[in-house]
């Protein structure tokens, strides 16, 4: 099974700061790498696809890099609505398998 | 496009129940679909998948032997039976939508989840 890594597991920081989260594969998983924001109580929600593409509503200040093993997920300028947990997911193979969760909170 | 579960509840360990996550807005037969559960206070953990068809299905090892997954595109809905229930398998499961018809890594690994149900609690305690 490929293991999923995220750090950190939380972090705090103020609107307007530039977050960066990482996950790291424990084997090369190409690209096939997305990630989710989960608002408490609520389902996950897909936000960037295959490593870098932009899920279509989610706004631009979401941008998602890397290949092989290490990939991250930056959010340029942290918005209110942006407190919440992120989780990355890889689809290179079965099972399924997502990281712990990053917990984004207000400073 | 929605996607609605419903039939958790509180069941007793070795007990069994029945998932049910009804879709719309979408040509449900033309998607493969995944439960995903997530613990209380723990990460997202995926559970199974099945085809559109319903000709293709896997599971965690977690689960194997012990849920089953299926489908009925004549009523647009997603089903996971869950057997020989334990303490371990309390979670909240969401279903959720895959990219395409099939479910095969190997030769479409660009899939993923989107978009998920709003969830349905599964406690399984005495």
């Known amino acids: 099974d490929i293991q999923m890594t995220q750090s950190p597991s939380s972090l705090s920081a103020s609107v307007g700061d530039r977050v960066t989260i990482t996950c790291r594969a424990s084997?090369?998983?190409?690209?096939?790498l997305n990630w989710y924001q989960q608002r408490p109580g609520k389902a996950p929600k897909l936000l960037i696809y295959?490593?870098?593409n932009l899920q279509s509503g989610v706004p631009s200040r979401f941008s998602g890099s890397g290949s092989g093993t290490e990939f991250t997920l930056t959010i340029s300028s942290l918005q209110p609505e942006d407190f919440a947990t992120y989780h990355c997911?890889?689809?290179?193979?079965?099972?399924?398998?997502f990281g712990g969760g990053t917990k984004v909170e207000i400073k | 496009v929605q996607l609605v579960e419903s039939g958790g509840g509180l069941v007793q360990p070795g007990g069994s129940l029945r998932l049910s996550c009804a879709a719309s807005?979408?040509?449900?037969?033309?998607?493969?679909m995944s439960w995903v559960r997530q613990g209380p206070g723990k990460g997202l953990e995926w559970v199974s998948v099945?085809?559109?068809?319903?000709?293709?299905?896997y599971y965690a090892d977690s689960v194997k032997g012990r849920f089953t997954i299926s489908r009925d595109n004549s009523k647009n809905t997603l089903y996971l039976q869950m057997n020989s229930l334990r303490a371990e398998d309390t979670a909240v499961y969401y279903c959720?939508?895959?990219?395409?018809?099939?479910?095969?890594?190997?030769?479409?690994?660009?899939?993923?989840?989107?978009?998920w149900g709003q969830g349905t609690l599964v406690t399984v305690s005495s």
């Open positions: 997911q890889q689809s290179y193979s079965t099972p399924l398998t």
């Open positions: 807005g979408f040509t449900f037969s033309s998607y493969a």
């Open positions: 084997q090369s998983i190409s690209s096939y």
């Open positions: 099945i085809s559109g068809s319903g000709g293709s299905t």
């Open positions: 959720a939508k895959g990219r395409r018809e099939e479910y095969h890594p190997l030769l479409y690994p660009d899939d993923w989840f989107d978009p």
């Open positions: 295959v490593a870098s």
